[in-house]
């Protein structure tokens, strides 16, 4: 898969390994979640990973999340293994540029 560039803030270097690793696990527990059909989890963790990835600066991961939180939110588990796959497919993906943007 082709990387995907995202810009992020250079003043935030230093709190991108941990946010990174974070996301890592927020992941595996979502594939735990989805696999046991537990939407209100679901719900809770990806409204986290939408605004966590949002205020970084990862908009697409924010994204993603907010359908997965909307979905969950609606009692629709249908959909959520794929949207699952595409979050980490993307999270695998994802090339961080650090630029500066103050």
Sequence with gaps: MAKIKVEIDADLQDLIP???ENRKKDILALEDLISKNDLPAIAALTHKIKGAASSYGFMQLSEIAA??????????????ANLAQEMKAHFESIE?????MS
């Design 67 to 80: 359908q997965m939180e909307k979905l969950s939110k609606n009692n629709e588990s249908a959909p959520l």
């Design 18 to 20: 941990q946010f990174t």
């Design 96 to 100: 961080i540029h650090f630029v500066p």
